[in-house]
């Protein structure tokens, strides 16, 4: 479920490498304007992107919008509402809620971003070789040397609690999610879902307890058992997940057994189907309205806004991104057949200049072909971005997008 690597190379596309910006490249709107009869099945532009999303419109839902000052949908430019309230899964950008629910916790003082944490506990929920090298990446980037599985050398070494929630949002680090739910609690998250008015949103659960579903040593899910995971109703799939994250933690030798396991059997359009299907849910609708509000500070407090924002903007850390944006914050994942981006963006230059932007883009049940080129090309990502800062391309969207 890691977004890192995908979105820092989308920043080094869209600014260069060296200190000199460059613009994102405009597609000609003739381009955008014009529907295809093609198939698409590997978009490499954003007008074949857009032609995708029309041949998979079953599947992929997508907001955006500029916002007023309290956040609100500003209706002077190209709104974009395409299956907004289709609950689709969500991979890694659920952790929008978790971080929402971990400043609110920030905020009231039940939990202090400055107490050290044990890189033992962090690391008590780290699963190797099923997070895409996120977990291994916080470490390097924060200078924490390493054992070849990616643990700790020195579990012993404190990080401050805010170190956790940056990681579950820089990286997309799993272990540092779900060590944040562990100490926040269901009842809280579920609080926080009904507080941000997320009516599409399904339970937030245990990443581990998810994957165990899927991965658990005493049961294993082949082809041959795969149908009895799919008959799972949403109230087993929590019951389930809960249940085993539970065991992950309490039972050491359970806990590296399921470690030390081998790794899963299930064809890559297999995952897709499983995954699809046990991964908490939400609607396009529901993000938009909660970066939008991030993005304005008015979500349920401004100081509930800033501590998001000081994490959901880190593509603003990047050299060049300030000749672009003024503000850039977003999450985005991934799990085999979906891809997810949530964003909101204030371009610091042109006709949207100090105009915050959100746009929102969900993709379920992606051909495995077209799931792994989207994974070398970001032509989402590139889409998405260009949706924000240019309007011309904006409108042309919303006009085919009906």
């Not at 690391?123 to 390097?140: C, F, I, M, R, V």
């Not at 080129?373 to 391309?393: H, I, K, R, S």
Request: glycine share 4%.
């Amino acid at each position: 479920m890691a977004n890192w690597f995908w979105v820092f190379m989308l920043m080094i596309m869209l600014v260069g490498c060296g200190s000199a910006s460059v613009q994102p490249t405009a597609v000609p709107s003739a381009a955008v304007a014009t529907a295809t009869t093609t198939t698409i099945s590997n978009p490499q532009t954003s007008a074949q992107m857009l032609e995708f999303i029309r041949q998979h419109a079953a599947n992929t839902s997508m907001v955006s919008y500029s916002t007023n000052s309290d956040g609100s949908i500003n209706q002077a430019d190209p709104v974009i509402q395409f299956n907004a309230e289709m609950p689709l899964p969500l991979a890694s950008t659920m952790k929008i809620v978790v971080l929402a629910s971990y400043a609110q916790a920030v905020e009231a003082g039940t939990l202090d971003p400055e107490e050290p944490i044990a890189l033992a506990d962090w690391e008590l929920w780290y699963w190797p070789n099923t997070d895409g090298g996120a977990h291994p990446a916080a470490l390097k980037r924060l200078e924490i040397p390493a054992d070849q599985r990616g643990f700790a050398n020195d579990p012993q070494k404190t990080v401050p609690l805010k170190t956790l929630a940056q990681a579950m949002i820089f990286e997309s680090d799993n272990a540092a999610t779900d060590y944040l739910i562990d100490r926040l609690g269901m009842a809280a998250l579920d609080q926080t879902i009904k507080t941000l008015g997320m009516q599409q949103q399904t339970k937030i659960l245990p990443i581990m307890g998810l994957f165990l579903l899927v991965m658990n040593p005493d049961a294993p899910i082949d082809s041959s058992t795969l149908p009895t995971l799919l008959k799972l109703d949403q109230a087993s799939i929590e019951q389930q997940a809960l249940a085993l994250a539970e065991r992950y933690k309490t039972e050491p030798a359970w806990r590296e057994t399921v470690r030390n396991q081998g790794q899963i059997t299930l064809s890559l359009a297999e995952q897709g189907q499983v995954f699809s299907h046990i991964i908490p849910r939400g609607s396009a609708s529901d993000y938009a309205k909660v970066m939008a509000l991030v993005g304005n500070n008015q979500l349920i407090s401004p100081e509930v806004s800033q501590t998001m924002r000081e994490y959901l903007e880190w593509p603003m850390t990047i050299a060049g991104n300030e000749a672009m944006f003024k503000h850039f914050g977003t999450k985005g994942g991934s799990l085999p057949a979906m891809l997810t981006e949530a964003m909101f963006v204030q371009p610091a230059q042109g006709e949207w200049a100090d105009r915050t932007r959100v746009v929102v883009l969900f993709f379920n049940q992606l051909p495995d072909a077209t799931w792994l080129g989207l994974l070398q090309t970001f032509m989402q990502q590139q889409f998405a971005v260009q949706v924000a800062l240019e309007p011309a391309f904006a409108q042309s969207v919303a006009s085919q997008l009906k």
